[in-house]
């Protein structure tokens, strides 16, 4: 299997068309056709369902299409890390993070590093604590930014000075809106758009779980999500009330929506993880110094 016709099988997937890869790729439509043909009969398996005008992937076509995209991701993350091995600091370094006001934190670093080596770049991956670290360790981030609580036992880490705030995100309009902050009594009823990270931290036994009193589950979760600013819609939209981090959603005077923080005050601290004994890139290293050196 090689990464060339991978990448062909990608650009189809993602197309929906043969031919209008075989354009973005330079092939011929036969030329293309054949390949794939050779990996559905390397593979044993049929990745296409041809149509008039759009082909979609069978079962196996997106088994393949996650592995494939991988797989590549890591072949151009390799030779990214040894195209860097020079004297000039370069590269690129892959970090991953839930959604927090602390990558601000992060934000500094990049732009102190940025300032020195431009060479260096900076991709930042979004997702919650399961979806970020599946591709830490697969070796497609070198670091993920992470809210706690988690489980560090797997990884080394720095954790940061800061601490996020949980509350609930409103419509001003609401009758909860009028109380400056949230008590466990005040959300028995309501319908609750809850977040996935929150519904996770749940299960564990920690500060956030205690909070709850074991009510968590008897909530009227109406929804979830794993993005604050797709909930902040449904709350937008009169849909419920959502459990969230402070600093995510627009709460100023010309927003619909505010925040209460809940009572008793919780907070999540946040760690940066990554993989014990990883061999880092030079602009890599260079990150985790400067991260060592600023906490």
């Not at 068309?17 to 794939?36: D, F, V, W, Y």
């Not at 109380?179 to 929150?198: C, G, H, M, T, Y």
């Not at 619909?256 to 809940?262: A, G, V």
Request: charged share 25%; net charge neutral.
């Amino acid at each position: 299997m090689e990464i060339r016709v991978l990448k062909y099988f990608l650009s189809v997937a993602r197309e929906g068309s043969i031919t209008r890869a075989a354009n973005s790729l330079h092939l011929t439509q036969p030329t293309l056709t054949r390949q794939l043909q050779d990996l559905e009969r390397e593979l044993k398996q049929k990745l296409f369902i041809r149509g008039k005008q759009h082909i979609t992937l069978t079962p196996e076509g997106l088994i393949l299409q996650k592995r494939a995209q991988e797989i590549v991701d890591m072949v151009e993350k390799t030779q990214a890390e040894f195209q860097s091995i020079t004297d000039t600091v370069s590269g690129d370094i892959y970090i991953g993070c839930g959604e927090t006001d602390s990558m601000k934190y992060i934000a500094e670093i990049f732009k102190e590093i940025q300032q020195k080596y431009p060479a260096v770049k900076f991709h930042i991956q979004s997702g919650d604590a399961e979806d970020v670290t599946e591709k830490l360790d697969k070796g497609l981030l070198d670091f993920c930014l992470l809210i706690q609580p988690i489980n560090l036992d797997k990884y080394d880490h720095i954790s940061l000075p800061s601490k996020d705030i949980w509350g609930v995100i409103m419509r001003k309009d609401s009758e909860l809106a009028q109380k400056s902050r949230v008590e466990l009594e005040d959300l028995k009823n309501l319908p609750i758009i809850n977040s996935r990270q929150a519904l996770k931290k749940y299960l564990q036994k920690n500060e956030f779980s205690n909070w709850f009193q074991g009510e968590f589950e008897n909530l009227n979760t109406v929804g979830t999500s794993n993005l604050v600013y797709n909930a902040a819609i449904m709350v937008k939209a009169g849909l419920g009330y959502a459990i969230t981090l402070d600093k995510l959603v627009n709460t100023s005077d010309e927003s619909e929506l505010c925040f209460r923080p809940l009572y008793p005050k919780l907070e999540s601290g946040l760690d940066i993880v990554w993989k014990k004994h990883q061999v880092f890139s030079p602009a890599a290293k260079l990150f985790l110094d400067k991260l060592k050196v600023c906490k």
